[in-house]
């Protein structure tokens, strides 16, 4: 069993930057890939980034590639989302999940759920 923890979100203006963090405990990091996802109000809970648990290969959903990127620190059990040029739609709940997948993209290839993070995006 994984627990996770997300923490960094806020309120930025429109062009600025967020770094998201997702502690992770209960099992060791390197052994499951992560990912974020996001959900906006009314709307359904969408693929934001993955990272593989093995070589960190990554992928980013096309409405953020350029600006957001993945990464993991496997000694300390954290996954981030560095977030720059944000945009007012960028504004969500962001959620961080762990998968046994190899590069995991939708959302039932997740096994564990973090509480979320509110991100907001003013213009």
């Known amino acids: 069993q994984v627990q996770l923890e997300e923490s960094g979100g806020g309120l930025v203006q429109a062009g600025g930057s967020l770094r998201l963090s997702c502690a992770a405990s209960?099992?060791?990091?390197?052994?499951?890939?992560m990912g974020w996802f996001r959900q906006a109000p009314g709307k359904e809970r969408e693929f934001v980034a993955t990272?593989?648990?093995?070589?960190?290969?990554?992928r980013v959903a096309a409405s953020v590639k350029g600006r957001f990127t993945i990464s993991r620190d496997n000694a300390k059990n954290t996954a981030y989302l560095q977030m720059n040029s944000l945009k007012p739609e960028d504004s969500a709940v962001y959620y961080c999940?762990?998968?046994?997948?190899?590069?995991?993209?939708?959302?039932?290839?997740?096994?564990?759920w973090g509480q979320g993070t509110q991100v907001t995006v003013s213009s």
């Open positions: 999940a762990a998968s046994d997948m190899f590069i995991p993209t939708m959302r039932a290839d997740f096994h564990s």
């Open positions: 990272i593989s648990w093995w070589y960190s290969n990554t």
């Open positions: 209960g099992r060791a990091c390197s052994t499951y890939s």
